[in-house]
């Protein structure tokens, strides 16, 4: 089965930081934009960051200027840096990688904020 692999994930205090990793196999990895995306509970799974093939980025408004995607193609690897972490940025976090027309996702990690 293809499948991306999450990592990083946790418990921490509003204001903290994370780093997530999704590892992808380098078939998928060499041409594919790669995507964070997050679902909270009663919420629709929204798009939190992604990055290009080339390195272009773009993210939600409500986490611009605190998170950071970066792509590491050497070791087929995505982050997500997660800075200044609020309670609203609990969810699970997918990793998506999408080729063309064809999306391959993650199993999710958890990621909680609270005091």
């Known amino acids: 089965q293809v499948q991306l692999v999450e990592s990083g994930g946790g418990l921490v205090q509003p204001g903290g930081s994370l780093r997530l990793s999704c590892a992808a196999p380098g078939s998928i990895f060499r041409t594919a934009t790669m995507g964070w995306y997050r679902q909270a509970p009663g919420k629709q799974r929204e798009l939190v960051a992604r990055?290009?093939?080339?390195?272009?980025?773009n993210y939600a408004d409500s986490v611009k200027g605190r998170f950071t995607i970066s792509r590491d193609n050497a070791k087929n690897t995505a982050y997500l840096q997660m800075n200044s972490l609020k309670p609203e940025d609990t969810a699970v976090y997918l990793c998506?990688?999408?080729?063309?027309?064809?999306?391959?996702w993650g199993q999710g990690t958890q990621v909680t904020v609270s005091s």
């Open positions: 998506n990688a999408r080729v063309g027309g064809v999306g391959y």
């Open positions: 990055i290009t093939g080339g390195g272009s980025t």
